[in-house]
């Protein structure tokens, strides 16, 4: 097992929210991740499409997958806060939709920075998709990372 399987594997249990609102981790890689969010009574909004806290929590969760596969080396070894986040909700939002994330910051970065600080902060974005992969929604969270205390 890679340790990107690794993350994907334990990220629903150490975050059960994201099964409860049934986000589904796609694919992780240095620094990038993708996950989907299938359309159900329970994500629907009032007006039939995706309820704008579930794309919210879609996209949280793509960044917080991206954010750890960027800092697999040292995962277990941090202690990862999501400290902010925006978004933009750029088209009405139907059916399945993907989020892929990616870090503001190469990895190698990241991680020399927590090598040399004991803690970084840093960017993931978001691009959320529908099926014709139009952008429905733009996000960036703002990751703060620290080293556990002993």
């Known amino acids: 097992m890679t340790p990107y399987d690794m993350i994907k594997a334990q990220l629903g249990t150490i975050v059960p929210f994201q099964n409860f609102v049934g986000v589904e981790l796609l694919e992780l ?5 993708s996950a989907q969010l299938a359309q159900r009574d329970e994500t629907t909004n009032h007006i039939k499409t995706q309820h704008a806290g579930a794309m919210f929590t879609l996209g949280e ?18 202690r990862p806060v999501a400290a902010g986040a925006t978004i933009a909700f750029t088209k009405i939002a139907k059916g399945t939709l993907t989020a892929h994330a990616k870090t503001s910051v190469p990895s190698n970065d990241l991680l020399a920075k927590l090598e040399a600080d004991g803690k970084v902060a ?14 429905v929604a733009e996000m960036a969270i703002t990751w703060h990372v620290s080293r556990k205390q002993s």
């Open 122 to 135: 840093f960017e993931v974005l978001v691009d959320i998709q529908d099926r014709d992969k139009d952008t």
């Open 61 to 78: 969760a793509a960044s917080a997958a991206a954010m750890a596969a960027a800092l697999a080396p040292v995962i277990l070894s941090v």
């Open 29 to 33: 890689v240095d620094g990038k991740a």
